[in-house]
């Protein structure tokens, strides 16, 4: 984990490559969580038996359950002390070019591209790349802001 000291030190950290996250199983169990929270049921992601002559050979995640394990994931590269809050802002692209099967598991890759000043604190864009052990393709590439208050 990378460790800012200070909105200050992060300032100066445009371009930083924040390294990889510990690995994270997707089971059944958080596809279906995920499946409820959402009202998205879809066979291709909660029925393994129907799934297993479907296109992707049995379940997958659905691609915004994989975007929404940018914050635990991320949340494991860095932290900058001194924060009093910090909010998702919005994402600036997304892409899923390949699928997550149940039962895989991922990680992210984190880098800092920018740091702007805003009223209270800094916005910070990230490039996070998710991929899934054993892939040939991130599962996941997001332009995540985060903007952190003092």
């Not at 479907?54 to 002390?81: D, K, Q, S, W």
């Not at 390949?98 to 864009?125: F, H, N, W």
Request: aromatic letters at 8%.
């Amino acid at each position: 984990m990378t460790v800012f000291s200070s909105v200050h030190a992060l300032r100066g950290a445009a371009g930083t490559d924040l390294g990889y996250s510990d690995w994270v199983l997707v089971d059944q169990e958080r596809v279906n969580r995920f499946a409820d929270a959402t009202d998205d049921h879809q066979w291709i992601h909660v029925d393994p038996e129907l799934a297993r002559s479907g296109p992707f050979g049995g379940t997958i995640a659905h691609g915004y359950l994989t975007l929404a394990m940018v914050v635990p994931l991320m949340a494991n590269l860095f932290r900058v002390e001194g924060v009093r809050m910090g909010i998702n802002y919005g994402v600036n692209r997304v892409r899923f070019p390949a699928p997550v099967p149940v039962g895989s598991k991922i990680r992210a890759r984190g880098e800092v591209l920018t740091v702007d000043e805003v009223e209270g604190g800094v916005q910070v864009t990230n490039r996070v790349t998710i991929e899934r052990e054993g892939g040939e393709k991130p599962v996941c590439v997001a332009e995540t802001v985060v903007r952190l208050y003092l």
